[in-house]
């Protein structure tokens, strides 16, 4: 059971470049999220999917596509880097999202992705 | 005005202190609050998590939940080297669906002196 992975683990683009970050999750969970993290500014949601085949917009969600073909598989695409992109990224997954008869449920995280936009 | 603060730190203690991490809120329909905890270079890792005003303990750690004062605070007894990381809170005006989301503070780098 290898939980969440991501892939790649670190990357390097030069601005106006595309790439795709794709994360795995052999939970069997539902929802699935895409967050960034900088530096003095914490965890910042982009996009989320509540399940296969749906995705909706989060906190942050400019410059970045997502999908979700597969129930295990969330990928996030940036179509034309900028330096602004820089960050790292933390793919999660949960079972259901929220708490339900008093029992929190998780998000697991994912190892991250380290994007370098120069 | 953020609707989460929590002061970055960092915080450097003696193993065996006891440690307080704090944040703030200015949302007043928060109700679900959470505690991460992060290593380097690693994904965060739910620690704690508890509902409405009121305290829950686990082990070495406390989370307590002021309401009227939107200031929840983690405690950490007995504090330990493996407790260096950054802890990050979490707040949600949810219960769940769709509509939940959490919305994460900057976090408190922690490092406990052996």
């Known amino acids: 059971n290898a939980g969440v992975t991501q892939t790649p683990k670190f990357r390097v683009l030069k601005t106006g470049q595309s790439m795709t970050l794709l994360c795995a999750q052999d939970m069997n969970h539902e929802y699935m999220y895409w967050y960034r993290q900088d530096p003095g500014m914490g965890l910042r949601l982009i996009h989320y999917s509540v399940g296969e085949g749906t995705t909706a917009k989060g906190e942050v969600p400019d410059g970045y596509n997502v999908s979700r073909l597969k129930k295990q598989n969330f990928l996030l695409g940036l179509e034309s880097a900028a330096p602004s992109q820089t960050s790292v990224y933390f793919c999660?997954?949960?079972?259901?999202?929220?708490?339900?008869?008093?029992?929190?449920?998780?998000?697991?995280f994912g190892p991250g992705t380290r994007l370098t936009v120069l | 005005q953020k609707e989460v603060e929590q002061d970055p730190g960092p915080l450097s203690v003696p193993e065996g202190a006891i440690v307080s991490l704090n944040c703030t809120y200015s949302n007043s329909a928060f109700q679900y609050f959470m505690w991460y905890r992060q290593y380097s270079r690693k994904g965060p890792e739910l620690l704690m998590y508890?509902?409405?005003?009121g305290n829950k303990e686990d082990g070495r750690f406390t989370a307590q939940v002021d309401k009227s004062s939107k200031y929840i605070s983690l405690f950490i007894r007995d504090s330990q080297p493996s407790d260096s990381a950054t802890y990050l809170c979490?707040?949600?005006?949810?219960?769940?669906?769709?509509?939940?989301?959490?919305?994460f503070g900057k976090g408190t780098l922690l490092t406990v002196n052996p």
């Open positions: 999660a997954s949960s079972y259901r999202a929220g708490i339900a008869g008093g029992i929190t449920d998780t998000q697991y």
């Open positions: 508890t509902y409405s005003s």
């Open positions: 979490a707040m949600s005006a949810d219960s769940g669906g769709s509509n939940y989301k959490l919305t």
